[in-house]
Protein backbone atom coordinates (compact mmCIF):
# COMPACT_ATOMS: atom_id res chain seq x y z
CA UNK A 1 0.00 0.00 0.00
CA UNK A 2 1.36 2.99 -1.47
CA UNK A 3 1.64 6.15 1.41
CA UNK A 4 -0.87 9.13 1.16
CA UNK A 5 1.08 12.09 -0.01
CA UNK A 6 1.21 15.39 1.33
CA UNK A 7 2.22 19.26 -0.21
CA UNK A 8 5.93 19.70 1.02
CA UNK A 9 5.22 23.76 0.12
CA UNK A 10 2.15 23.30 3.16
CA UNK A 11 4.62 22.46 6.11
CA UNK A 12 6.78 24.33 8.22
CA UNK A 13 10.34 23.47 7.11
CA UNK A 14 12.78 23.76 10.00
CA UNK A 15 16.92 24.70 10.80
CA UNK A 16 18.93 21.95 12.20
CA UNK A 17 18.89 24.58 15.29
CA UNK A 18 15.00 24.42 15.42
CA UNK A 19 14.94 20.17 15.48
CA UNK A 20 17.66 20.13 18.49
CA UNK A 21 14.94 22.02 20.62
CA UNK A 22 12.22 20.09 19.30
CA UNK A 23 14.11 17.04 20.38
CA UNK A 24 15.03 18.62 23.60
CA UNK A 25 11.42 20.50 24.74
CA UNK A 26 9.58 16.91 23.45
CA UNK A 27 12.10 14.66 26.07
CA UNK A 28 11.62 17.73 28.60
CA UNK A 29 8.34 16.93 28.08
CA UNK A 30 8.50 13.17 28.99
CA UNK A 31 8.65 11.41 25.30
CA UNK A 32 11.61 10.08 26.50
CA UNK A 33 14.42 8.77 23.65
CA UNK A 34 13.70 5.22 23.36
CA UNK A 35 10.20 5.58 22.67
CA UNK A 36 10.41 8.10 19.82
CA UNK A 37 13.92 5.91 18.88
CA UNK A 38 10.73 2.97 18.27
CA UNK A 39 8.67 5.38 16.60
CA UNK A 40 11.50 6.25 14.10
CA UNK A 41 12.15 2.73 13.77
CA UNK A 42 9.00 1.27 13.00
CA UNK A 43 8.16 3.85 10.66
CA UNK A 44 11.52 3.06 8.69
CA UNK A 45 11.17 -0.56 8.44
CA UNK A 46 7.72 0.30 6.97
CA UNK A 47 9.01 2.13 4.48
CA UNK A 48 11.49 -0.21 3.24
CA UNK A 49 8.87 -2.75 3.39
CA UNK A 50 6.90 -0.55 0.89
CA UNK A 51 10.14 0.12 -1.63
CA UNK A 52 10.63 -4.21 -1.32
CA UNK A 53 7.23 -4.09 -2.35
CA UNK A 54 5.28 -4.92 0.75
CA UNK A 55 6.76 -8.19 2.33
CA UNK A 56 9.89 -8.64 3.92
CA UNK A 57 9.81 -12.65 4.00
CA UNK A 58 13.27 -13.72 2.43
CA UNK A 59 14.43 -10.53 1.86
CA UNK A 60 18.02 -9.50 1.88
CA UNK A 61 18.58 -6.29 3.97
CA UNK A 62 21.74 -4.43 5.42
CA UNK A 63 21.65 -1.67 7.74
CA UNK A 64 23.93 0.46 8.15
CA UNK A 65 23.91 2.01 11.76
CA UNK A 66 26.09 4.83 13.59
CA UNK A 67 26.49 5.04 17.38
CA UNK A 68 23.71 7.88 18.03
CA UNK A 69 19.94 8.22 17.88
CA UNK A 70 19.71 7.95 14.17
CA UNK A 71 21.96 4.44 14.65
CA UNK A 72 19.56 3.35 17.00
CA UNK A 73 16.18 3.96 15.00
CA UNK A 74 18.09 2.15 12.26
CA UNK A 75 18.89 -0.91 14.77
CA UNK A 76 15.20 -1.18 15.65
CA UNK A 77 13.85 -0.97 11.56
CA UNK A 78 16.61 -4.15 11.19
CA UNK A 79 14.89 -5.77 14.29
CA UNK A 80 11.62 -5.23 12.85
CA UNK A 81 12.69 -6.19 9.50
CA UNK A 82 13.66 -9.26 11.02
CA UNK A 83 10.81 -10.00 12.71
CA UNK A 84 9.01 -9.91 9.52
CA UNK A 85 11.27 -12.55 7.96
CA UNK A 86 13.98 -10.69 6.31
CA UNK A 87 17.71 -11.85 6.33
CA UNK A 88 19.18 -8.85 7.99
CA UNK A 89 23.22 -8.09 8.11
CA UNK A 90 23.50 -4.61 10.12
CA UNK A 91 26.94 -3.08 9.40
CA UNK A 92 28.00 -0.71 12.35
CA UNK A 93 30.42 2.50 11.82
CA UNK A 94 31.70 1.68 14.89
CA UNK A 95 32.88 -0.88 17.71
CA UNK A 96 29.68 -2.19 19.57
CA UNK A 97 31.64 -0.50 22.56
CA UNK A 98 30.87 2.89 21.12
CA UNK A 99 27.67 3.03 20.87
CA UNK A 100 25.89 5.43 23.09
CA UNK A 101 23.13 3.80 25.78
CA UNK A 102 20.32 3.59 24.09
CA UNK A 103 21.49 2.21 21.03
CA UNK A 104 23.60 -0.34 23.35
CA UNK A 105 20.12 -1.51 24.19
CA UNK A 106 19.13 -1.76 20.80
CA UNK A 107 22.02 -3.36 19.50
CA UNK A 108 21.48 -6.45 22.62
CA UNK A 109 18.13 -6.60 21.48
CA UNK A 110 19.02 -7.34 17.61
CA UNK A 111 20.78 -10.58 19.06
CA UNK A 112 17.72 -11.67 19.75
CA UNK A 113 16.62 -11.68 16.22
CA UNK A 114 18.98 -13.57 15.24
CA UNK A 115 21.09 -10.06 13.69
CA UNK A 116 24.51 -10.29 15.23
CA UNK A 117 26.61 -8.43 12.68
CA UNK A 118 28.28 -11.13 11.44
CA UNK A 119 29.11 -11.27 7.65
CA UNK A 120 26.61 -13.27 5.74
CA UNK A 121 27.71 -16.92 5.01
CA UNK A 122 26.93 -17.13 1.30
CA UNK A 123 27.89 -14.34 -1.24
CA UNK A 124 24.75 -12.59 -1.67
CA UNK A 125 23.81 -9.13 -2.30
CA UNK A 126 21.86 -6.84 -0.30
CA UNK A 127 18.70 -6.18 -1.73
CA UNK A 128 18.58 -2.90 0.39
CA UNK A 129 20.69 -0.85 2.46
CA UNK A 130 19.09 1.51 4.98
CA UNK A 131 21.53 4.58 6.04
CA UNK A 132 21.36 5.01 9.75
CA UNK A 133 24.86 6.19 10.12
CA UNK A 134 24.81 9.96 11.00
CA UNK A 135 21.93 12.00 11.71
CA UNK A 136 20.53 15.63 11.50
CA UNK A 137 23.53 17.67 12.91
CA UNK A 138 26.56 15.76 10.96
CA UNK A 139 29.09 17.78 10.09
CA UNK A 140 32.01 17.42 7.30
CA UNK A 141 33.15 14.38 5.80
CA UNK A 142 32.46 11.32 6.82
CA UNK A 143 35.42 8.91 8.11
CA UNK A 144 36.85 6.35 8.84
CA UNK A 145 34.58 3.20 8.83
CA UNK A 146 31.57 5.36 8.22
CA UNK A 147 33.78 6.18 4.67
CA UNK A 148 34.11 2.75 3.96
CA UNK A 149 30.70 1.64 4.56
CA UNK A 150 29.42 4.92 2.25
CA UNK A 151 31.80 4.11 -0.42
CA UNK A 152 30.67 0.19 -0.13
CA UNK A 153 27.33 1.44 -0.61
CA UNK A 154 27.31 2.94 -4.71
CA UNK A 155 25.46 0.99 -6.82
CA UNK A 156 22.73 -0.20 -4.49
CA UNK A 157 19.32 0.55 -3.31
CA UNK A 158 19.18 2.74 -0.56
CA UNK A 159 16.64 4.11 2.25
CA UNK A 160 17.93 7.02 4.38
CA UNK A 161 17.09 7.83 7.64
CA UNK A 162 16.44 11.48 8.18
CA UNK A 163 19.49 12.65 5.88
CA UNK A 164 21.66 10.43 3.78
CA UNK A 165 25.25 10.47 5.42
CA UNK A 166 27.15 13.23 3.70
CA UNK A 167 24.73 15.62 3.13
CA UNK A 168 25.41 18.28 5.52
CA UNK A 169 21.77 19.66 6.50
CA UNK A 170 23.41 22.62 8.13
CA UNK A 171 24.41 23.99 5.00
CA UNK A 172 22.33 21.95 2.27
CA UNK A 173 25.63 20.89 0.69
CA UNK A 174 27.45 17.23 -0.04
CA UNK A 175 30.21 16.61 1.62
CA UNK A 176 32.03 13.09 -0.39
CA UNK A 177 31.78 10.74 0.57
CA UNK A 178 28.07 10.69 0.28
CA UNK A 179 25.46 8.07 0.07
CA UNK A 180 23.02 8.68 -2.82
CA UNK A 181 19.41 7.47 -2.06
CA UNK A 182 16.41 6.19 -3.60
CA UNK A 183 14.37 7.23 -0.46
CA UNK A 184 14.64 9.67 2.09
CA UNK A 185 12.78 9.25 5.57
CA UNK A 186 12.82 12.24 7.76
CA UNK A 187 11.38 12.66 10.99
CA UNK A 188 8.51 15.18 12.74
CA UNK A 189 8.85 17.82 10.25
CA UNK A 190 11.24 18.11 7.16
CA UNK A 191 14.70 20.16 7.27
CA UNK A 192 15.44 23.10 5.25
CA UNK A 193 18.81 21.52 4.24
CA UNK A 194 16.60 18.62 2.61
CA UNK A 195 14.77 21.70 0.68
CA UNK A 196 18.56 22.50 -1.24
CA UNK A 197 19.17 21.48 -4.70
CA UNK A 198 21.74 18.87 -3.57
CA UNK A 199 19.43 17.32 -1.50
CA UNK A 200 16.90 17.04 -3.98
CA UNK A 201 19.36 14.55 -5.84
CA UNK A 202 21.04 12.96 -3.77
CA UNK A 203 18.16 12.29 -1.20
CA UNK A 204 15.64 10.94 -3.74
CA UNK A 205 12.08 10.50 -2.77
CA UNK A 206 11.19 12.40 0.16
CA UNK A 207 8.90 10.49 3.21
CA UNK A 208 7.67 12.25 6.97
CA UNK A 209 7.23 9.58 9.62
CA UNK A 210 5.37 10.75 12.76
CA UNK A 211 7.47 10.06 15.77
CA UNK A 212 4.46 11.70 18.21
CA UNK A 213 5.97 15.08 19.01
CA UNK A 214 3.71 16.63 21.54
CA UNK A 215 1.81 20.13 19.78
CA UNK A 216 3.02 21.80 22.73
CA UNK A 217 6.24 21.80 21.58
CA UNK A 218 5.66 23.00 18.18
CA UNK A 219 3.65 26.04 19.96
CA UNK A 220 6.64 26.36 22.66
CA UNK A 221 8.79 27.32 19.59
CA UNK A 222 6.04 29.29 17.63
CA UNK A 223 5.98 26.96 14.87
CA UNK A 224 2.80 26.20 13.01
CA UNK A 225 2.06 22.99 12.64
CA UNK A 226 -0.97 21.68 10.35
CA UNK A 227 -0.40 18.09 10.94
CA UNK A 228 0.09 15.86 7.97
CA UNK A 229 -0.64 13.05 9.65
CA UNK A 230 -4.26 12.78 9.15
CA UNK A 231 -3.92 9.07 7.04
CA UNK A 232 -1.46 8.10 8.68
CA UNK A 233 1.72 8.37 10.45
CA UNK A 234 3.81 8.30 7.14
CA UNK A 235 3.35 10.39 3.96
CA UNK A 236 5.32 10.70 0.67
CA UNK A 237 5.93 14.62 0.23
CA UNK A 238 5.35 15.97 -2.78
CA UNK A 239 6.11 19.07 -4.82
CA UNK A 240 8.67 22.06 -4.11
CA UNK A 241 9.42 22.83 -0.23
CA UNK A 242 8.21 26.56 0.63
CA UNK A 243 9.62 29.59 -1.53
CA UNK A 244 10.94 30.53 1.64
CA UNK A 245 13.38 27.17 1.92
CA UNK A 246 16.53 27.50 0.50
CA UNK A 247 18.61 25.02 1.77
CA UNK A 248 19.99 26.73 4.32
Not at 211 to 240: A, K, N, W
Amino acid sequence: MAFPEHPAAELPWITVEQMREVDRIAIESGLDLPRMMENAGANLAAVARELLGGDVGGRRVAVLAGAGGNGGGGMVAARRLAAGGAEVELRLGVDPAELTPVPAQQYALLGEFGVTGAAPEDDAEPELLIDALLGYSQRGAARGRIAELVEAAAGYRVLALDTPTGLELQSGEIRAPAIRAEATLTLALPKRGLGSAAARVGGGDLYLADISIPPTTYQELGISHPTPFGPGPIVRLTGPPPASVDGS
